[in-house]
C-alpha cells in the first residue's frame, strides 16, 4: 500500500492519559502535515515537519501537544494528559519536496479518530 | 491572511442532475492552488481537482469541473449527472506559494443526492 498510513484508526483514551497518532507518509515524501478536525468542521492545520525538524506548529497547542518526524520511523503526534476538547479526527497528509510542482496535492491518510472519555 | 468561506452547509441534490458547490478566497499573494476534496461518512479524505492562479483553463475531472473566477475569487466545483455515491462532505481548500506549507480548508458542504 503506496498511501499515507496513520494508526490506530481509532483511539479511545480517559482524561488525564496520553495519546500517540502515528503517521507514514507515501513513499518519497519527505513532508508531513497533521490537521485537525472537529465535528461539522474544516480541517485545522497543526504542524508541517520535514525529516527531524519542525518547520510550521503555529496551528499547534501550546501546552500538551507536540510532534516530531524522525530520520527513521513514522511521524508521531503526541497529546498529553488528554482532555474531553481533544476529543477530534486527526489527519496526517504528506507531499513531496518544495521542489514539486506547484499544483502537488496532499495525500491524504484515513485519519485518527480520537476520543477522550 | 487566507481564507476559504464555503457559504453552503448543506445541499440536495436530484440524482442525475449538476449540482453547484460554493467555495469564495481571499489572498495577496499572486501565486496559490484551489483543491476540492471529499470526505464521505468513512472519513478519509479524497481528493477532486486542483486549479492553479495562472491557468488559464477551468481544471475538469471527468465528472468534476471547477469553475474558476479569479477576479470574484470563487472556485466553485461544479458535480455533473450526480451519483447517490457523491453523498458526502465537499472542503475547498487553498495555499498560497508564499505559505506553502499551510492548506486553508473551508468549512465543508455536505451534499446529499436523492434518488
Known amino acids: 500500500n503506496a498511501g499515507v498510513m496513520q494508526n490506530p484508526r481509532h483511539l479511545v483514551r480517559r482524561r488525564g492519559q496520553e495519546a500517540r497518532l502515528r503517521c507514514s507518509p507515501m513513499?518519497?515524501?519527505?513532508?508531513v502535515y497533521w490537521y485537525r478536525q472537529l465535528p461539522e468542521e474544516g480541517l485545522k492545520f497543526m504542524v508541517y515537519?520535514?525529516?527531524?525538524?519542525?518547520?510550521?506548529e503555529s496551528g499547534m497547542p501550546k501546552e500538551r501537544f507536540s510532534a516530531e518526524f524522525p530520520k527513521e520511523g513514522p511521524s508521531i503526534l503526541r497529546i498529553q494528559q488528554v482532555v474531553r476538547g481533544d476529543s477530534a479526527a486527526y489527519f496526517c497528509?504528506?507531499?513531496?519536496?518544495?521542489?514539486?510542482?506547484?499544483?502537488?496535492?496532499?495525500?491524504f491518510g484515513s485519519g485518527t479518530q480520537l476520543s477522550v472519555l | 491572511a487566507q481564507k476559504i468561506t464555503q457559504t453552503q452547509p448543506g445541499m440536495f441534490v436530484q440524482e442525475k442532475e449538476a449540482v453547484t458547490l460554493d467555495c469564495t478566497y481571499d489572498?495577496?499573494?499572486?501565486?496559490?492552488?484551489l483543491f476540492w476534496y471529499k470526505q464521505p461518512s468513512s472519513g478519509e479524505m479524497i481528493f477532486l481537482i486542483y486549479?492553479?492562479?495562472?491557468?488559464?483553463q477551468n481544471a475538469t475531472e471527468g465528472r468534476y469541473s471547477l469553475n474558476f473566477q479569479k477576479a470574484r475569487k470563487s472556485a466553485n466545483l461544479v458535480i455533473s449527472a450526480s451519483q447517490l455515491g457523491d453523498s458526502a462532505m465537499y472542503f475547498c481548500?487553498?495555499?498560497?506559494?508564499?505559505?506553502?506549507?499551510?492548506?486553508?480548508f473551508g468549512s465543508g458542504t455536505k451534499l446529499n443526492v436523492k434518488p
Open positions: 497528509a504528506s507531499s513531496p519536496s518544495l521542489d514539486a510542482p506547484t499544483n502537488e496535492k496532499l495525500f
Open positions: 513513499k518519497g515524501h519527505s513532508h
Open positions: 515537519l520535514q525529516k527531524e525538524n519542525i518547520i510550521d
Open positions: 489572498t495577496s499573494d499572486p501565486s496559490y492552488g
Open positions: 486549479q492553479g492562479s495562472y491557468d488559464q
Open positions: 481548500a487553498m495555499y498560497s506559494q508564499g505559505n506553502f506549507n499551510k492548506f486553508y
